[in-house]
């Protein structure tokens, strides 16, 4: 018989080979076994303990001698039986008395021997068995964490994914947003360009229509005016007709008193010689009187012959067109003060903003292409309100040039009417300067009147006042010739602004209205001057230092030192390489094209002089 189990048993085969095992000790032995443990209550269970001695085993007849030495006593553990009383103890004695005889002693051992190890090995299975629950409790537990920590990741790892996908999703559709944008951008940018096009093609076709009823209106005018000279010229040959009757009546009746004025010849022709001796002195007089004066007008008037072209053919152009608007005033029906006084309202709201600069030019350009008012009339009304709105104080010139550029850009012959508004205001925009003389001029006052004095109040204006006034009118005019906007053409640009400089030196006297009209017009326009002529306009500024101040100086006029002083500072600290306060507008409008080097082929410097 096996005592040790087998190590690879399962828990089932092993509870049956228990089972088996017990079957067999009780089939084998008279020992009623197992026994059942059944503790009374108030009973303490205590071990039987049975000596057995070696004289007992070898001869079992000798039961009176007693040998001390014994064999190590064997422990029996005899729970189903329980002494109660004394009775008791006697049936127990009696019963193990029975067992002892019937049973043989080695037998008994044995029985005791594989009923311990019986016990122990069910109390070592006990043990594993529950060892092993306690590892599988364990492993569960330790899979349950695990799977729990398992799934816990999993779903961090589904809102990682969750949260990258919204993220890239937002991405695409920023992205797609963005491209959206752009593309409608692009598509209203080419509406912008498609409908400024289409606008720019109307107000072009308008200005051509206009411009053909003002020629006909001309040629309806011019054919009235001939019409009217036949007339004249009828009459005028009517009476010529009477006249000639009247004459040849006239010459009967000097028949008729021919005999009379034959007495009277020798004194007639007496007073006759002396009349026309008298005619003859006061003819010679009025001729060289008239000599004396066209000397004096050459002496007195200082410009340039191309200028004075242009400034009369600029003027002659104003005074047409203001007539041609007095005769439309006059077969107009509406009221045009309301648009004249929202076109200077329109002027005095200009600030150095690029959006201000577009908005009030594309609505006084739509004033202009109002087919409910002449455009003659607008275009001269916008023409005297920007130039007697630079006299005003807190005016932006630059942005006024901004304004002007882009307003004459779509209407050219406007330019023109300005320009000519400049000259009347300013005759230094010719540029020209005139001197006083005696038989030129009636009187003072005239000479003042004529270079640009108001007369307020039957008084003429200070000095002061028309120093600054004349600065004025040169900023403004300096701000419009060195104005760039990208995609705009200037037509009285840098390359004027170049022509205007090389007339004033040339053909100007140093003097205090030179002086600051110089002043002015070199803070403005210097820097884009250099920007572009470079070498040839260094050279312009040292024939003021060297030349102009130099007579400026030989002037000894105290009121020039200011003026000296500023010129002479704006050339010694190079003012001119630094862009002017205000010349870039809000969100710049200046364009980025670039400019050429070198002075226009159309002036040079010739024999310290230029043209």
């Not at 193990?96 to 069910?122: F, N, P, W």
């Not at 202009?368 to 006299?391: W, Y």
């Amino acid at each position: 018989m096996a005592i040790d189990p087998e190590p690879h048993w399962k828990f089932d085969a092993l509870l049956s080979e228990l089972n088996s095992l017990e079957t067999k000790l009780s089939s084998t032995t008279n020992v009623p076994a197992p026994f059942t443990k059944s503790t009374p209550s108030g009973k303490s269970c205590k071990p039987f303990i049975m000596r057995v001695f070696e004289d007992e085993i070898d001869d079992t007849d000798s039961e009176g001698e007693e040998d001390h030495s014994s064999v190590a006593a064997t422990r029996f553990n005899c729970d189903a039986i329980y002494l109660s009383s004394d009775s008791d103890d006697e049936s127990t004695f009696k019963d193990q008395s029975y067992l002892m005889d019937e049973v043989r002693i080695v037998e008994g051992a044995l029985c005791e021997l594989t009923h311990e190890h019986h016990l122990e090995d069910k109390e070592e299975i006990r043990n594993k068995i529950s060892a092993l629950e306690t590892d599988l409790r364990s492993g569960s537990e330790k899979s349950t964490s695990a799977l729990a920590q398992v799934e816990k990741y999993r779903e961090a790892r589904n809102e990682m994914d969750r949260k990258l996908d919204t993220q890239y999703q937002r991405k695409i559709a920023e992205a797609l947003d963005n491209h959206l944008t752009a593309v409608q951008r692009d598509h209203e940018l080419r509406s912008q360009i498609e409908e400024r096009k289409i606008r720019s093609d109307a107000a072009y076709e308008e200005t051509k229509r206009r411009e053909k009823a003002l020629q006909e209106e001309k040629i309806r005018l011019e054919k009235s005016k001939a019409e009217s000279e036949a007339r004249l010229r009828a009459e005028e040959a009517k009476r010529a007709a009477l006249e000639a009757e009247r004459r040849a009546a006239l010459e009967a009746e000097r028949r008729a008193v021919k005999e009379t004025a034959e007495r009277q010849a020798i004194e007639t022709s007496t007073r006759v010689a002396a009349r026309a001796a008298q005619e003859e002195d006061a003819r010679r007089q009025m001729n060289a009187n008239s000599a004396k004066k066209s000397q004096s007008a050459s002496n007195v008037l200082w410009a340039a012959e191309s200028a004075l072209n242009l400034e009369q053919a600029r003027i002659q152009k104003l005074k047409e067109v203001d007539e041609g608007n007095q005769a439309l005033r006059l077969t107009y029906n509406k009221d045009l003060s309301s648009y004249e006084k929202l076109i200077g309202r329109l002027i005095r709201q200009i600030s150095g903003s690029t959006e201000v600069v577009r908005e009030k030019s594309r609505e006084i350009i739509k004033i202009f292409n109002d087919p409910h008012c002449p455009q003659s009339v607008m275009v001269a009304a916008f023409a005297k309100l920007v130039v007697s709105r630079c006299t005003s104080p807190n005016t932006d010139a630059f942005a006024c040039g901004h304004v002007i550029v882009l307003v004459t850009s779509q209407v050219p012959h406007a330019m023109d009417l300005l320009l000519a508004e400049f000259h009347r205001a300013c005759i230094y925009t010719v540029p020209k300067h005139i001197t006083y003389s005696e038989l030129a001029f009636e009187c003072e006052e005239a000479y003042y009147q004529a270079l640009g004095y108001r007369v307020i109040d039957r008084k003429l204006e200070s000095t002061k006042d028309y120093l600054t006034r004349l600065a004025s009118y040169m900023e403004l005019y300096g701000a419009l010739i060195q104005t760039e906007v990208q995609g705009v053409q200037n037509t009285h640009g840098l390359k004027e602004g170049w022509a205007w400089i090389a007339r004033f030196l040339n053909t100007l006297p140093a003097n205090r209205y030179t002086a600051v009209a110089l002043s002015a017009f070199l803070k403005m326009a210097g820097f884009a001057l250099f920007r572009k002529y470079k070498s040839q306009f260094m050279k312009v500024l040292s024939n003021i230092l060297n030349n102009f101040l130099q007579e400026l100086k030989a002037c000894e006029d105290p009121g020039l030192n200011a003026t000296i002083l500023e010129i002479q500072s704006y050339l010694e600290d190079k003012r001119f390489l630094k862009e002017p306060v205000g010349r870039a507008l809000q969100s710049s409008l200046l364009s980025t094209v670039s400019i050429p080097e070198g002075p226009d082929p159309d002036y040079h410097r010739s024999s310290g002089r230029y043209y």
